[in-house]
């Protein structure tokens, strides 16, 4: 059994997000979102269990995706939980370097996990929570970026 670990903060999921973890959830027989709660210092938006909230509702028609909050090193659970990859989206030139120099540190850590790039789809590649975030708190529609099963919720939150 193949098992992929997408890791982010989603804060929160974005429709960019949800072309990952399909694609990943086609290519992989199990797919762990590992909503990391140490990942950045600054300031979430939503806290680590809302943010899983939102992911589980977002995947739930994806029976092979599982999401949960992980603190520490990834290289840790992936071997904690037997993951074979790391699966990350690629946007654009400007995420290259700090996810080659994860995927290298990573793989010193941990030999046998292989980091597996997807290219962003084109309609998503300038999606970022952080665009969504700026968009909702200026009264922008951001019915367009976000899943429609959250839309409200998130919406409500960020204008709030
Ligand atoms: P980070 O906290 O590292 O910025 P995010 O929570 O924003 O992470 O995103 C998690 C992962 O999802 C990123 O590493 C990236 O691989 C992927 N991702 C984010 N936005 C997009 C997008 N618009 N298209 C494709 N992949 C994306």
């Not at 269990?49 to 092979?64: I, K, Q, S």
């Amino acid at each position: 059994m193949r098992t992929a670990i997408c890791p982010g903060s989603f804060d929160p999921v974005t429709n960019g997000h949800m072309d990952i973890l399909r694609r990943t959830a086609g290519l992989f027989d199990k797919v762990i979102v590992a909503v990391m709660d140490n990942y950045y210092k600054t300031a979430h938006a939503f806290t680590a269990a809302e943010r899983v909230a939102l992911l589980a509702r977002c995947t739930d028609d994806l029976p092979n995706v599982e999401v949960r909050t992980a603190n520490g090193l990834l290289a840790d659970l992936a071997e904690k939980v037997g993951a074979d990859a790391v699966v990350k989206g690629l946007r654009a030139v400007s995420d290259f370097e700090t996810e080659f120099q994860q995927a290298l540190t990573n793989k010193q850590i941990n030999p046998q996990l292989e980091t597996v790039f997807l290219a962003a789809d084109a309609e998503w590649m300038f999606l970022s929570s952080s665009v969504v975030k700026q968009v909702a708190q200026y009264g922008g529609d951001i019915a367009r970026f976000v899943p429609a099963c959250i839309h409200d919720e998130v919406r409500q939150r960020l204008t709030a």
